[in-house]
């Protein structure tokens, strides 16, 4: 008894002589930690551009005015921002392991991102979100959580897990989670499901946020899901939608990432009327986009070119996302917020200079070195091992028997009933897909048809399909489909592009089957080679063609999607 007193006295001692040392700073009787000198700062709270020394201690901003330093930076001409804050992400679309999505968007001066590891939870359930959960500790971008609140993301999906509200519970204790993540479930919630009430009920037992998923829902059902406790939503797609959604007091997350960008119709929001209850955040973000386009920067900047109010843009960008999540000591440049900064030459060109984050330089045109977490050994090889599947043949896609098939629409990734198929036919361009289960080693195989990817020969496969993460191909063969799938099983998951059964192009993801152990470069290398390879293979021009699968597995998404079990028509929930 008397170690805990002495350790929590002990602890106390630490936060006094700190909150000492930030009162002596402040007041001027004690240099600074760090002084950015002569900046030009945006005032989130007055909506103006200030003038004034920055002062920064233990981490934290302490005061602006005149200040010195033990250590000084002269921002004379710029424009200093708050850090900015992703407010809904699932970092396994980046394909990437935490640290390296890390180096990929502290260059693009984002500090903190809010993340739902849906994905990786389907894979391993709760070992899932405690791997995420080590491998952000303490990394120099801040990683909070919202926990996933559909796996699966319906019944018709076999997941590698099933959690409820109770597998959940406890992880509301961790000091980074800050609610229950995006209810896809929206029929659930608006029929009064216990099994989503429950998840819901639980979340504000523990007094947390709500996160909402529920595109074009209106009229009375938009009035019951919101009355069920569902605080904001970032699936609209249009300002209309977003409007009847602000106006019943849920908060707007405008997206703008690699598989949905709203940010132009949603712009009539960013105004003085409407924008306190909106916030940027990006949903999926993969390799190409974060090297070629940058994160949340990218969304201002392109914000500002429509001709947003540069301050309004930024509030987005930061100072909103952190009042709704209640991290109250960030998204601002005020005495006793984190010293999380970035440093712009303009708004016009909006180059990104230098970005700081806790006092600490972590980019000035280079990219500082910071330790990787460590992950628990068990959570390691648990998630270097979630591949259970028979070695596949031909035999294994030759079913005669007609089966649906799915019409992709270009440019979207709704589908459309395009009838039924027996057989391969190229020159119509029907092709066989497949969705095999691999967490349990089921041997359930469903087989369909689909119209509009355009492959001639071979087969591409890939073991990122939303939101189960089973193995889906699509082949011009069965041959080449059976020897796409074992190799990404091969290869502990991944992307995989087959011809006669030699791999053409290919991207390992062994961390779960979704994320590579590798660099986000490398990563990205492989993945644009293996693209190119499979346009060589006829693949239709302007049709991601990984991306494009990944979602032809999702049973949310009318009309006609593909599962374990064969194809489905969402909208009748009846298999064809």
Do not use: W
Request: hydrophobic share 40%; net charge negative.
């Amino acid at each position: 008894m008397m170690s805990v007193k002495e350790s929590y006295a002990g602890k106390i001692n630490r936060k006094m002589n700190k909150k000492l040392h930030v009162i002596h700073v402040a007041s001027g009787r004690m240099p600074a930690d760090l002084v950015l000198k002569n900046a030009a700062y945006v005032n989130v709270f007055s909506n103006e551009i200030c003038h004034a020394d920055i002062a920064v201690a233990e981490g934290l901003i302490v005061g602006m005015g005149e200040y010195h330093g033990v250590e000084e930076v002269d921002v004379s001409g710029k424009i200093v921002l708050p850090g900015f804050i992703d407010a809904h992400i699932h970092l396994e679309s980046s394909l990437v392991s935490p640290s390296e999505f890390a180096k990929a968007v502290l260059p693009h001066g984002t500090t903190t991102v809010i993340t739902d590891p849906h994905e990786i939870a389907n894979v391993m359930g709760t070992d899932g979100i405690e791997y995420m959960l080590q491998a952000t500790e303490d990394l120099p971008v801040d990683v909070r959580f919202m926990l996933p609140s559909c796996v699966p993301a319906t019944p018709l999906d076999e997941s590698g897990a099933n959690l409820d509200y109770r597998a959940i519970d406890s992880f509301y204790d961790h000091p980074r989670v800050q609610g229950l993540a995006e209810m896809m479930n929206f029929v659930g919630a608006v029929n009064a499901d216990p099994q989503v009430v429950e998840k819901i009920v639980a979340a504000q037992a523990h007094h947390k946020k709500i996160d909402g998923h529920a595109p074009g829902l209106g009229g009375a059902d938009l009035n019951a899901y919101i009355a069920a406790g569902v605080y904001s939503d970032h699936e609209c797609s249009d300002i209309e939608d977003a409007l009847a959604k602000l106006r019943r007091g849920q908060f707007i997350m405008i997206r703008e990432g690699t598989a949905a960008r709203n940010l132009e119709a949603l712009i009539p929001l960013l105004c003085d009327k409407y924008v306190e209850r909106c916030m940027f955040c990006t949903d999926d973000k993969h390799p190409n986009d974060l090297l070629e386009k940058g994160h949340i920067d990218y969304i201002v900047k392109k914000a500002i070119s429509l001709g947003v109010e540069p301050i309004t843009a930024i509030k987005a960008a930061c100072h909103n996302a952190a009042r709704y999540f209640l991290l109250n000591n960030r998204g601002a440049i005020a005495p006793g917020y984190l010293g999380d900064f970035v440093v712009i030459d303009n708004f016009e060109n909006f180059h990104i200079e230098k970005v700081f984050k806790k006092g600490k330089l972590m980019y000035d045109g280079q990219l500082r070195d910071f330790p990787v977490p460590e992950v628990d050994p068990y959570l390691v090889k648990r998630a270097h091992n979630t591949f259970h599947v028979s070695l596949l043949t031909a035999n294994d896609f030759a079913d005669p028997r007609p089966r649906g098939v799915i019409g992709m629409v270009p440019g979207e990734i709704v589908t459309q009933d395009e009838g039924y198929a027996n057989h391969i036919d190229v020159e119509k361009d029907i092709l066989k897909i497949a969705v095999i289960e691999r967490h349990k080693n089921t041997h359930h195989i469903g087989i369909g048809y689909i119209k509009g990817y355009g492959l001639q020969e071979g087969a591409v496969a890939t073991s990122i399909s939303h939101d189960s993460h089973n193995i889906i191909v699509v082949g011009a063969n069965e041959e080449d489909m059976a020897a796409a799938v074992n190799r990404i099983v091969e290869n502990k998951g991944g992307i995989t592009v087959m011809r006669n059964g030699a791999v053409l192009g290919e991207v390992p993801l062994p961390i779960a089957g979704i994320m590579s152990d590798d660099s986000l470069v490398n990563v990205n290398h492989d993945l644009e080679e293996a693209k190119a390879k499979a346009y060589q293979l006829g693949v239709t021009p302007g049709v991601d063609p990984f991306m494009t699968l990944s979602f032809m597995a999702l049973p949310v998404i009318p009309s006609l999607r593909i599962t374990t079990r064969g194809v489905l028509d969402v909208n009748t929930q009846q298999y064809v």
